[in-house]
């Protein structure tokens, strides 16, 4: 039997569809996927709840009659609890049934509950690693542009910029469909930053780069060298 489209069941057809499915053994494995999807579990739940709750009200409400309808055969002497005993098997097995479809609805509800759950976590989950991963990309392409600028500048750089670069070669985020760990530098090249025309001044720039990156220490040779101390005193007597 093809999973019927859900969307056009009007709610009488969507209950019904929705407690022949309640009963794992009686599921069609593509209707009830679809059932219990996220787009329509809260529907599924409801109308699984709205018969529970049916449910429930007609015990209670068999019960009470039943009740009454004790006390008036009693008060009717021997004849009425002839009457009372010969109708009690029918009640018996009526209740007993609907007790159990009862409870087979409150387990169906207790699992859709349960898969609720789940989804909604996952999806929290999904979001929080998007953010956070949106998060790296933005840093990643902000400490990228910083080191462009003093490779384009020729300024000298601290030894605590060559240790903010070299994480971009450190830091790695899960690609594709393996979940690769991929450095941060890589995935700027390839998948989070716009490709441009290379231009001479930005081959040049790319040098600078790797020559920061490769940099001893973190430090490049280029900027080598401790500074002349001057000498307070010192000068020389250039008159003399």
Known sequence: ???PDLTTLEDRDYEQLAVQHAHPKHRNPDTWALLTSADNIARTRTVLMNVHQRTAATLRRRKTERDAFQQ???????????????????YER???GTAGFHQMIQQ?????GKTQRQQNHKAMTQQGTQAAREALRKLAVAVHRHQ????KTGTIAAQEDYELWQLLDQLTVPCGPGQEPTTLRTMLDFYWTDVDVVTDEDAAREAAEKTMRRAPA???AAYSGVPRARHVGGEKDLAG
């Open 1 to 3: 039997m093809d999973a």
């Open 72 to 90: 008036d055969c009693h008060a009717r002497g021997e004849e009425g609890k002839k009457e009372w005993f010969a109708t009690r098997p029918e």
């Open 94 to 96: 009526w209740r007993r």
């Open 108 to 112: 169906a509800i207790s699992e859709l």
């Open 148 to 151: 462009a600028v003093h490779a």
């Open 218 to 220: 973190g430090r490049s």
